[in-house]
């Protein structure tokens, strides 16, 4: 079936520590993975993506890690800001040729506490 | 470089009328999908244009229908509103090579709708 979905509605950390932001996804034909960061009163905004013939890829401050055997994608982030809170959600291409459907998941909420 | 603009970007109708709503795409930008987020959830997708046709469509019924102009900005109309057709709706753009995309979309601020 189609169904991105993320293990924690709400993180919260400690300004400066790491996080850790997790997603499932459940279609294993799926052959990109995004994610955005979505602030108060604004559209979805680009993060990172990573293409399943990656493990891994880094961005300034951020990772994405994708495990396809157990169909598991992560995005860490580094020193985390006050300005990183926000909800972050993961999705999935599921066609190999059109990067325009994606299928989002629920969104988990970040919150930095100073 | 112009993001992708969304205009209004609030409205309030009555159940039963009719919306439109507009999108310009980000500059360089061919390709325009839209996105209907309902409060607490992710996007979900309507429909996506592509040289002034609709390429793909989501799970949503016929009252939602769409346009592209040759300038590649694009409409999306919502017909016989009904309470749960309240939500963010979103515009996302991207660049088409042929018919393999290979570029991440780009949304916008959304336009916030409200039926009453």
């Known amino acids: 079936g189609e169904n991105v979905g993320l293990h924690l509605p709400t993180l919260s950390v400690q300004e400066g520590d790491n996080s850790i932001i997790n997603c499932a996804y459940s279609n294993s034909a799926s052959d990109y993975f995004i994610w955005y960061k979505q602030e108060s009163g604004k559209g979805p905004q680009f993060i990172i993506d990573i293409r399943s013939n990656m493990d891994k890829r880094q961005g300034q401050r951020v990772t994405v890690l994708l495990n396809k055997t157990v169909k598991h994608l992560s995005l860490q982030i580094a020193a985390t800001q006050p300005g990183d809170s926000a909800v972050y959600f993961c999705?999935?291409?599921?066609?190999?040729?059109?990067?325009?459907?994606?299928?989002f998941g629920q969104g988990t909420t970040l919150q930095v506490k100073p | 470089d112009a993001g992708v603009t969304q205009s209004p970007t609030h409205l309030i109708k009555t159940r039963g009328q009719q919306v439109t709503l507009r999108c310009s795409p980000k500059s360089g930008h061919d390709t325009v999908s839209w996105y209907q987020q309902a409060l607490g959830q992710g996007p979900q997708f309507i429909f996506q244009?592509?040289?002034?046709?609709?390429?793909q469509r989501g799970n949503f019924p016929d009252r939602f229908s769409g346009h592209q102009f040759p300038n590649y900005s694009s409409e999306l109309n919502v017909n016989a509103l009904l309470l749960g057709d309240s939500a963010l709706y979103l515009c996302?753009?991207?660049?088409?090579?042929?018919?393999?995309?290979?570029?991440?979309?780009?949304f916008g601020n959304g336009t916030r709708l409200t039926v009453t």
């Open positions: 999705a999935e291409n599921p066609s190999s040729s059109n990067t325009g459907k994606l299928i």
């Open positions: 996302a753009s991207s660049l088409a090579f042929g018919f393999s995309y290979n570029s991440p979309l780009h």
């Open positions: 244009y592509y040289e002034e046709e609709e390429r």
